[in-house]
């Protein structure tokens, strides 16, 4: 099934991504991050947050916002 994923982490980008029917959200951000931890990003869906366990739909919008940035002091 077709999605619209939009990554925004480093210099980003955005792409139509063809993925197996009935991939949930978890399983797809370990596909296309492996190693980071979902914690450090905000991760939405149609445009609105979404549970790691909610399973995609063709066509759906998913972004990836990094929500720690390396070198930031706080």
Do not use: C, H, W
């Not at 990554?7 to 029917?21: I, K, L, S, T």
């Amino acid at each position: 099934m077709k999605l619209f994923y939009i990554n925004n982490d480093g210099a980003g980008f955005a792409d139509n991504v063809e993925v197996e029917e009935g991939i949930s959200v978890a399983a797809f951000f370990a596909m296309k991050l492996p190693g980071r931890k979902a914690d450090d990003f905000l991760i939405r869906v149609n445009r609105l947050p979404t549970p790691a366990d909610q399973v995609l739909q063709p066509g759906d919008r998913i972004s990836i916002t990094p929500s720690k940035i390396e070198g930031a002091s706080a």
